[in-house]
């Protein structure tokens, strides 16, 4: 009787759940709810400098919840049985005593990822061993712990589109042969590698590999190893380094023909990474012209002689600071490099107006860029537009008028070399440049304007006064203001205007690869 009674219970129940509003939805809704429900996306990518995240994944910028699976799943029957239908879920395990994630893993055919720490868990282990072919990621931190459970991940059934491999610094180097079997039997499907605190890299072949990282390794010894692992993975678009130290080729007894990267879109050399390690790297290799870098490094005479030698850099045309985002910008047509560095803003910005070999056309400064920082060197007569905050118009006029002293020293310059480089720059007049006035502050725009007007080249500029958002200053102006420029506008900005960077810049594809101005 009491059976009857719990299954008449039950039948009831069900009834009732279907009546609900929610559940009168089609699985397929129901379905991207749960996806919604059990993943979140990353807030913030990581900047260059954090140290924590030696201890993460870059690679995705969507995290799942290890409970979310199991806690929908124990909603109701109905709930349970559309959940395990759907064949795109991710069930997220951590090498502990899960028993929800466990039993959701075993009872559907979802993709499987794993999360090991260096103490694990047997029913764990078991799982690796009886379901290896549903295991597409693999997060193993200080996974020299137990050097003898990392032949788990050698099974030949196991699938892994995503492997990261930790070592604790404190512990016994993995060697390259421990790592070479492993990698062996993923190379039809590993896509993204990270491997942190490895003394040296196995050199197999990756003909899927799109995306490594390497953290914390190689050392000088290793340098032959990272680029003949680089030679054997034609599909790679991400590089990330970080802690590394790096050697020139010559020193390894390479060859001296730069390795080609003809498929590299994205190059990041993060946190304590030497402008002489970067130097010896960019050597080295061959980027393509459409491969943009992101950098956190000071300005150093080494730095930019290696980024001289990438089209990244050499054919920029605009350059962009902005105290908001924390970084300097320089961009061409195809791609860009990305200093993100939080301090010396001015100083990097500096470094790059003055080089030699730049043809900057676009210079944009946001912010009170050089606040206490000194001054910025002359513009180079290559400018033809400049963007400002109303804040940072006295820097931008400073750089203009210095420039105007460089002209004056053409002459001089030519009768003695003495005077330097700051004397150094293209014959003949320039035309009339596009200053463009950003007002964000209570100054008026007739303040603005008699700053622009004593400029000795006023006559020949062409001014833009745009007010953005949450401007409460006088808009108004004096007529006579018109017969001080070339041309003056000035309009109601409904956003802030973005300078236009390559598509590669603009889009976030990991956690050490933001869009730049976002």
């Given at each position: ?8 219970e ?8 279907a ?17 919604l ?21 870059i ?6 919840i ?19 239908a ?17 039993t ?38 200080k ?12 099974t ?19 060697e ?47 340098t ?20 590394v ?39 080295c ?17 080494a ?16 350059v ?82 210095r ?7 053409v ?31 209570f ?13 000795a ?20 102006c ?28 603009t ?12």
């Amino acid at each position: 009787m009491r059976g009857l009674l719990r299954r008449a219970e039950k039948e009831v129940n069900t009834s009732e759940n279907a009546l609900l509003p929610v559940n009168r939805l089609p699985p397929e809704i129901l379905q991207h709810i749960f996806r919604l429900a059990t993943r979140r996306n990353i807030a913030r990518p990581q900047p260059l400098s954090n140290a924590s995240i030696a201890a993460g994944d870059i690679w995705s910028l969507i995290e799942f919840i290890p409970d979310g699976a199991s806690a929908i799943a124990s909603v109701c029957r109905h709930w349970r049985s559309v959940f395990l239908a759907d064949a795109t879920f991710r069930v997220l395990i951590h090498d502990r005593q899960d028993r929800g994630p466990l039993t959701i893993a075993r009872q559907s055919r979802a993709a499987l990822e794993l999360r090991l720490l260096a103490t694990r868990s047997h029913a764990v282990l078991d799982l690796v061993k009886s379901e290896a072919h549903r295991i597409r990621a693999v997060h193993w931190e200080k996974a020299n712990t137990r050097r003898s459970d990392l032949g788990l991940l050698a099974t030949s059934g196991c699938r892994f589109e995503k492997l990261v491999l930790g070592m604790s610094p404190h512990l016994p180097a993995v060697e390259a042969d421990i790592l070479q079997p492993i990698l062996n039997t993923q190379t039809a499907y590993l896509q993204w590698l990270t491997l942190r605190d490895c003394k040296n890299l196995p050199e197999i072949e990756l003909p899927q590999l799109t995306g490594l990282h390497l953290d914390g390794c190689p050392g000088p010894e290793a340098t032959r190893s990272l680029y003949a692992l680089l030679a054997r993975a034609p599909k790679l678009t991400d590089l990330v380094l970080s802690r590394v130290l790096l050697a020139d080729s010559t020193e390894t007894s390479l060859t001296r023909t730069p390795l080609p990267l003809p498929q590299l879109r994205r190059l990041v050399f993060a946190d304590e990474v030497s402008p002489e390690s970067i130097a010896a790297f960019l050597r080295c290799v061959d980027l393509s012209p459409d491969a943009s870098i992101r950098v956190h490094a000071g300005p150093h005479p080494a730095l930019f002689a290696g980024l001289m030698r990438t089209s990244a850099f050499r054919d920029a045309t605009a350059v962009y600071v902005s105290t908001a985002r924390d970084g300097v910008v320089i961009s061409g047509p195809h791609a860009a490099v990305h200093f993100a560095a939080r301090e010396m803003l001015c100083a990097l910005l500096g470094h790059v107006i003055a080089m030699n070999g730049l043809r900057m056309e676009e210079v944009w400064l946001l912010g009170d860029v050089c606040r206490g920082a000194g001054l910025l060197p002359a513009f180079p007569q290559s400018v033809k537009r400049i963007v400002v905050h109303d804040v940072g118009l006295a820097v931008a006029l400073g750089a203009l008028q210095r420039r105007e002293h460089r002209e004056g020293c053409v002459d001089a310059a030519k009768a003695d070399s003495s005077l330097g480089p700051d004397c150094r720059f293209l014959d003949g007049r320039r035309e009339g440049i596009t200053v463009r006035v950003l007002m964000t502050r209570f100054m008026s725009v007739s303040s603005v304007l008699m700053k622009l007007a004593s400029w000795a080249e006023a006559r020949t500029t062409h001014v833009v006064v745009g007010c953005l958002p949450g401007y409460k200053g006088d808009r108004s102006c004096s007529p006579d203001f018109e017969r001080s420029f070339a041309s003056l506008e000035i309009r109601d900005q409904v956003e802030e205007p973005k300078p236009t960077l390559p598509d590669v810049c603009t889009k976030a594809e990991h956690c050490l690869w933001p869009a730049w101005l976002e």
